[in-house]
């Protein structure tokens, strides 16, 4: 443990207990300390306005949740339900509406493209920029009979960089967490080649 202190690595035990991440230990301490605040600010002060997805261990079942809460209104089987996405025109620090269904939700990264807010769709990236911030993404249960991915690239969204992740006793991934939905005026398979995808943190 000493020995990963002095090269800035998060001991073994931590990682074995912790959440994945590629961080190195100065970068994860304050990220855990992020987390940990984000969960006492919704406990003390109630629901945010958008939800910092990052925070979570299991992303995956937020997103359950979010549907059953949807599924329970409704009166509508959970199995007949899936996200539509919307990406606003602004970040976390600007939430201009809170949606009566679903969810707002920020804290992502775009890698292998880049949002472009005039045109509200994904674009090749700047050069020298791999990794940008991208907006609020507001999720929309809707019934499955809706398609949702016309005219979008199924963008994956992965909890860190390594794009892989081992099957959990839930029979989800330990890394990927869903498809989100991006507008393109390209087909999307120029996106796959392109390896472009979403992430929930950087490796720094």
């Given at each position: 443990m000493a020995t990963k202190f002095l090269d800035d690595r998060v001991p073994a035990p931590w990682e074995g207990v912790g959440y994945p991440s590629l961080k190195p230990l100065a970068s994860w301490v304050s990220d855990l300390i992020l987390r940990v605040q984000f969960m006492g600010k919704w406990l003390y002060e109630g629901g945010p306005d958008s939800y910092w997805v990052p925070a979570f261990f299991f992303p995956q079942g937020f997103m359950t949740a979010a549907l059953q809460t949807y599924a329970r209104k409704t009166i509508t089987p959970i199995d007949a339900l899936h996200f539509k996405t919307h990406v606003r025109g602004y970040g976390a620090d600007a939430v201009e509406e809170v949606p009566e269904d679903g969810i707002n939700m920020h804290g992502f990264f775009l890698q292998g493209a880049r949002w472009d807010y005039t045109k509200s769709c994904i674009e090749d990236s700047y050069p020298r920029e791999p990794i940008i911030n991208f907006p609020l993404i507001w999720l929309e249960p809707v019934m499955v009979a809706e398609q949702v991915d016309a005219g979008c690239y199924s963008c994956p969204l992965y909890k860190t960089s390594t794009?892989?992740?081992?099957?959990?006793?839930?029979?989800?991934?330990?890394?990927?967490?869903?498809?989100?939905?991006?507008?393109?005026?390209?087909?999307?398979?120029?996106?796959?080649?392109?390896?472009?995808?979403?992430?929930?943190?950087?490796?720094?």
């Open positions: 794009r892989r992740g081992e099957l959990s006793t839930t029979g989800h991934s330990t890394n990927f967490v869903l498809f989100l939905h991006l507008a393109t005026d390209v087909q999307p398979e120029y996106w796959i080649r392109r390896g472009a995808a979403l992430l929930s943190m950087t490796d720094d």
